[in-house]
C-alpha cells in the first residue's frame, strides 16, 4: 500500500457539468500519474506530475486539467464532462527518483457521465 | 498495430496447473519490464519488475523477458483460486511513460 486515496470512489454526473477528482499521498513522492481505463484499452495516461505546478500531457489529455498545488494533493479536472469520458480513473505514484519506473496505483474512481 | 500486445482471454485453468501470461512488443528499446494484477474493482498491483533480458523469481511467479523475440511471460506456479485477476504488463524506457498491455483475464477453477 503505497498510501494513495481517491476521491470519490464513484460519481455520476451530467453531459456538461465540470468534475474534479482528487488523488492523495501520504509519502511525498515526486511523481504522480493520472490514467483511465476502458475495456479493450488497458491503462492510458491523461496527465502526469513531476513536482508542485509541474505538470505535463500525456496519451489522452484532451478534455482534462490537472493541478498540484501540494506535494501530496494531485486533482484531475474534466472541464466540461461528456459521455466518452464515462471510464475508471486511477491515481498512481512512482517511487522510483527517475519518474518513469515502478508505478503503484490508488483504489480508482468509476465516473458516469450521463 | 499496438505497440504491446496481450492475449485478452479469459484464460480458464484448473487449480495447481501451471499458468503461463505472455505479451509480445515491437520497440526493442525497451528496458524495463513489469507484470501487474488487477481484481475486480481494484487498482493494479505491482507484482514482478525486471530490467533487461532474464529471468526473475517471487514465490510462486517467474518473470521471464526475451528480448531477441520481444516477448515477456510470467509464469505462476501452483496456481490457486486466488490467482484468478487480469494480469497487465508494462514496459517502458528509461525515464520515459510506461507502456501498457490490454490485459489478460486468469481463471482458476478449484
Known amino acids: 500500500d503505497a498510501g494513495i486515496t481517491q476521491s470519490p470512489r464513484h460519481k455520476v454526473t451530467e453531459t456538461g457539468t465540470p468534475v474534479t477528482l482528487r488523488c492523495h499521498q501520504t509519502?511525498?513522492?515526486?511523481?504522480m500519474y493520472w490514467y483511465r481505463q476502458d475495456p479493450g484499452h488497458g491503462l492510458r495516461l491523461i496527465h502526469y506530475s513531476y513536482g508542485v505546478k509541474d505538470t505535463d500531457k500525456g496519451e489522452v489529455s484532451d478534455g482534462y486539467s490537472v493541478s498540484r498545488s501540494k506535494t501530496e494533493d494531485f486533482l484531475l479536472t474534466l472541464e466540461s464532462a461528456t459521455s466518452s469520458q464515462t471510464s475508471v480513473y486511477f491515481c498512481?505514484?512512482?517511487?522510483?527518483?527517475?519518474?518513469?519506473?515502478?508505478?503503484?496505483f490508488g483504489p480508482g474512481t468509476r465516473l458516469t457521465v450521463t | 498495430q499496438k505497440e504491446v500486445e496481450q492475449d485478452p482471454g479469459p484464460l480458464s485453468v484448473p487449480e495447481g496447473a501451471i499458468v503461463s501470461l505472455n505479451c509480445t512488443y515491437s520497440n526493442s528499446a525497451f528496458q524495463y519490464f513489469m507484470w501487474y494484477r488487477q481484481y475486480s474493482r481494484k487498482g493494479p498491483e505491482l507484482l514482478m519488475y525486471?530490467?533487461s533480458s532474464g529471468n526473475k523469481e517471487d514465490g510462486r511467479f517467474t518473470a521471464q523477458v526475451d528480448k531477441s523475440s520481444k516477448y515477456i511471460s510470467l509464469f505462476i506456479r501452483d496456481s490457486q483460486p486466488s490467482d484468478s485477476a487480469t494480469y497487465l504488463c508494462a514496459m517502458t524506457l528509461v525515464n520515459y511513460q510506461l507502456i501498457w498491455g490490454a490485459g489478460t483475464k486468469l481463471i482458476i477453477k478449484p
Open positions: 525486471t530490467y
Open positions: 509519502e511525498n513522492h515526486r511523481y
Open positions: 498512481a505514484i512512482s517511487v522510483g527518483g527517475s519518474g518513469f519506473s515502478e508505478q503503484y
